[in-house]
Nanobody, 125 residues
Framework: VQLQASGGGMVQTGGSLRLSCAAS????????MAWFRQAPGKEREFVAA????????KYADFVQGRFDISRDTAKTTVSLQMHRLKPEDTAVYYC???????????????????WGQGTLVTVSS
């Protein structure tokens, strides 16, 4: 599975961005997908995950209803729509595909083997 993330940029506090992750590989439809982020000097942290069928979704507590993760199996893409962005959301955002097929989506970095290159989101105050 190869992943290509896009959609990052600079926005003001309260703005919105939509991140997309294009996946290649025949097993995309059987793998859970997730978004993580990493701010300068900090560890990579979980943002959101969606199950292989699109039915199971998990969010980090800090999301607080501001983000929506979705997947389009036909187009092999996973998206993260972000609203009401805050300066603390500034980070490089990575999409990831799970190590194992099927199963529940994980919040852990170790649960994902395939990673995109990251896309930078900057939120100015």
């Amino acid at each position: 599975v190869q992943l290509q993330a896009s959609g990052g940029g600079m926005v003001q506090t309260g703005g919105s961005l939509r991140l997309s992750c294009a996946a290649s590989g025949r097993t995309f439809g059987t793998r859970n997908m997730a978004w993580f982020r990493q701010a300068p000097g900090k560890e990579r942290e979980f943002v959101a995950a969606i199950g292989w069928s699109g039915k199971r979704i998990k969010y980090a507590d800090f999301v607080q209803g501001r983000f929506d993760i979705s997947r389009d199996t036909a187009k092999t893409t996973v998206s993260l729509q972000m609203h009401r962005l805050k300066p603390e959301d500034t980070a490089v955002y990575y999409c990831a595909a799970a190590t194992d097929k099927y199963g529940p989506p994980s919040r852990l970095v170790d649960g994902y083997t395939y990673w995109g290159q990251g896309t930078l989101v900057t939120v100015s105050s």
